[in-house]
């Protein structure tokens, strides 16, 4: 039953590190909403009997047990030297002062465009979690047969 938790934890925790950077970094930085999702699907997964339902939860807790770890490696390799600010020259006087004529033309940079949806987020956590599913049952009867 602890083989079954561990190998469920390790392959939730395999595709969460496969997801694509932007979607990976969001929901390494929202750990808490990321492990009730996991749990609560896993105990889903594994619902219909006692010892499914255990591995279910004691699979939640591993994989509770190592987001925190997982995003403090993945952060701390991200971390990049700050550049220096440059200092900004004063700006001159001016003998008349400026007059507001409406609003600047702005660009949007590709950086806020990026932005992953809640929609896209559950689709890769459902792919995800088929795509672990698969790997559990594909799983099993090679364990019961080395067992």
Known sequence: MMLYALLTAISMVVLLLKLPTPMKEKLLRQQWLTDI???IVVIVMFAGTFSGMLVGVMSGLLV???L???AYIYFRQRQQPKPQPQP???P???PWPDIDIGPRETTTSKATNSRMTLKQIAKGLAAAYLIS???VVMTIP???VLL
């Open 133 to 135: 599913i698969l790997i």
């Open 88 to 90: 900004q020259p004063q």
């Open 142 to 144: 090679l364990i019961e």
């Open 37 to 39: 999702i996991i749990t």
């Open 64 to 66: 509770s047990m190592s």
């Open 68 to 70: 925190p770890v997982i």
């Open 92 to 94: 001159q006087p001016q």
